[in-house]
Structures are given as structure tokens and as C-alpha cells.
């Protein structure tokens, strides 16, 4: 299963100031750069993501998942530089 990544993430990454290319590792879906070094590999291949949510159900749905995912992630999302931060900022 491969993961295609979305217009979305990638707007979020530019955002960022990162470049993300489809994930190398097994399991996961993007790994993320910053001046061509690998910082993290973020999203489980399996777990759906807001711009997937948007795709197969709608904006309205999507939105709630996001809330839930931002709750439940609340300690890992916030600390910058960590997989938790890039995957809200880039897939949430």
C-alpha cells in the first residue's frame, strides 16, 4: 500500500520551510527533509489523514477527526522538530 501525497501536505510542508517525498520507511508515509537531511518519517500507512477524510467523506467529517486527532495527540504535537509535530502541521 502507498501513500500519495496530498496537495494539501504539500502546501503544509512549504509552511514549513521542509520538503517531504513519499516515505522510505516501512510502515510510514512521508518522510520530511530540511536542507537535504532527513529529519523525520511521519503517518502510519493504515491511519487515514484530514485531506484523506476530506477526500472519502467531507469537510464536515474531516474536521471532526481532526479535532479527535489534535486531542488525542496534545504532548507530542507541540514539541517542534518531533514526529508528532511535523505529522499534525503536515497531515492535520
Do not use: C
Not at 502507498?2 to 503544509?12: D, N
Not at 520507511?25 to 502510519?44: Q, R
Amino acid at each position: 500500500m502507498s501513500y500519495k501525497i496530498t496537495t494539501y501536505s504539500k502546501r503544509q510542508a512549504k509552511k514549513l520551510g521542509v520538503i517531504i517525498k513519499p516515505s522510505k520507511v516501512k510502515g510510514k508515509k512521508i518522510d520530511v527533509f530540511k536542507n537535504n537531511k532527513k529529519l523525520v518519517s511521519i503517518g502510519a500507512l493504515g491511519y487515514k489523514d484530514y485531506p484523506t477524510y476530506i477526500k472519502e467523506k467531507g469537510k464536515k467529517y474531516a474536521d471532526e477527526r481532526r479535532k479527535l486527532y489534535k486531542k488525542r495527540h496534545e504532548k507530542d504535537r507541540k514539541v517542534r522538530g518531533t514526529a508528532g509535530y511535523y505529522a499534525d502541521k503536515i497531515l492535520w
